[in-house]
């Protein structure tokens, strides 16, 4: 569990076991929700209210978001990575051809990323100390810095001093999957590298927005563990940063695991039913936090979902290093894709929803 939680794994599936239905019908009909109302939100009592849970999430998305949905797309800069997780296809052992993209080779995806109107870019990287260092990320984000009006990074964790240096050179989010909030099981399925280090990474995002990042990415990978518990561990995690990061803003993300090239079965496989009511609730739950929906999931799951809860989507992505324009024949993807619509099929289903697309929501100058 998150390890200012104090409660136990045992203790968050047995109160959410005893759930009542009008415990949930109360957390439904509160103006504001707490802790405690997310966890009977995620009970098993509420998934017979999904149509209520839907109608109330989306009038809290309404009032913060308003009709919009915001785009972005991920840049994948180098699959190259030093670490064992084993339900990722760009870990050590596995056999897959590298690539690390040369500054010029990253100005060019960025630029074929920008022709399709995206203005906000996550830069995404394996964990390779040797070659994806602070160095490296501040020239590559100075340079996209001019292309991109927004600029996040979901690369290894980095000390305080490092995401100081990051954030100067243009860097605005941070995005870091803790994978699972259980200690066993996170050094089960990392056995080798420096990410084998639960307690480093669980306090990645309190360094990143100690350091003055704006928005800190947070999430669990679905289906490594029982959903509830690690839903329970991430609303906590997002609670206390909150409160020690408050000038940042939270985004929640629910990437679901899809299958890996050697056979990676999850544990506790997440049904479709079962994410949306969880991103529901947290939408009820934390009305004013970002949300984004992956683009692991189906179109028709994520057009619904971004109606009701999620206000942020990826758009045409590619997880390839190279894949928008220098290896665009090729793929060597961390994991698989289930929308694979063009950005203008992503911006027209928005518009279809009713809703207004977005590309551009900051820019670093409004900050100064
Ligand atoms: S999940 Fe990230 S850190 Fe783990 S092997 Fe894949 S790229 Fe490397």
Same mark, same amino acid.
């Given at each position: 569990m998150f390890p200012e939680l104090k409660f136990s794994e045992a203790q968050i599936l047995d109160y959410c076991d005893s759930v009542t239905p009008e415990a949930v019908e109360v957390s439904l009909a509160k103006d504001r929700c707490d802790y405690f109302d997310l966890l009977n939100l995620i009970s $098993?009592?509420?998934? !017979?209210y999904i149509a209520a849970m839907r109608k109330r999430s989306t009038l809290a998305r309404r009032r913060y978001y308003g009709k919009t949905v915001s785009v972005y797309a991920p840049l994948y800069i180098s699959n190259t *990575? !030093? %670490?064992? *997780? @084993? +339900? *990722?296809?760009? %870990?050590?052992?596995? #056999?897959a051809e590298r690539k690390i993209l040369t500054l010029d080779e990253i100005r060019r995806e960025g630029e074929a990323v920008r022709k %399709? &109107?995206?203005?906000s870019l996550l830069i995404v990287a394996g964990e390779d100390p040797k070659h994806m260092t602070v160095d490296f990320l501040c020239e590559a984000g100075r340079m996209l810095r001019k292309i991109f009006s927004y600029l996040a990074l979901e690369v290894a964790p980095q000390d305080e001093a490092g995401y100081r240096e990051l954030f100067a050179a243009g860097y605005d989010g941070v995005t870091c999957f803790?994978? /699972? +909030?259980d200690p066993n099981l996170y050094r089960e399925l990392h =056995?080798?590298? $420096? @990410? &084998?280090?639960y307690t480093y990474r669980v306090w990645t995002q309190q360094r990143a927005g100690k350091a003055g990042f704006r928005t800190l990415g947070m999430a669990f990978l679905l289906g490594l563990a029982p959903w509830r518990s690690e839903a329970a561990s991430l609303a906590a995690h997002a609670i206390y940063l909150m409160r020690e990061c408050f000038q940042s803003k939270i985004q929640f993300a629910f990437p679901r695991i899809t299958p890996v090239s050697d056979g990676f079965q999850p544990g506790h496989p997440v049904g479709d039913a079962e994410l949306e009511q969880m991103m529901l609730a947290f939408r009820i739950v934390f009305p004013e936090c970002c949300m984004t929906v992956s683009t692991r999931e189906a179109p028709e799951f994520r057009d619904r979902i971004v109606r009701s809860c999620a206000d942020n989507m990826s758009a045409g992505? #590619? !997880? /390839? =290093?190279?894949? +928008?324009? !220098?290896?665009?024949? #090729?793929d060597v993807a961390q994991f698989t894709l289930n929308d694979s619509r063009s950005p203008a099929a992503v911006y027209d289903a928005i518009r279809r929803n009713g809703q207004e697309v977005v590309f551009k929501n900051w820019d670093s100058r409004i900050g100064l």
């Open positions: $098993p009592a509420a998934a !017979v *990575c !030093v %670490n064992s *997780c @084993k +339900y *990722c296809d760009f %870990n050590i052992h596995h #056999r %399709n &109107g995206i203005d803790q994978e /699972t +909030y =056995p080798a590298g $420096p @990410k &084998g280090d992505s #590619r !997880v /390839t =290093p190279g894949g +928008y324009a !220098v290896l665009a024949d #090729r």
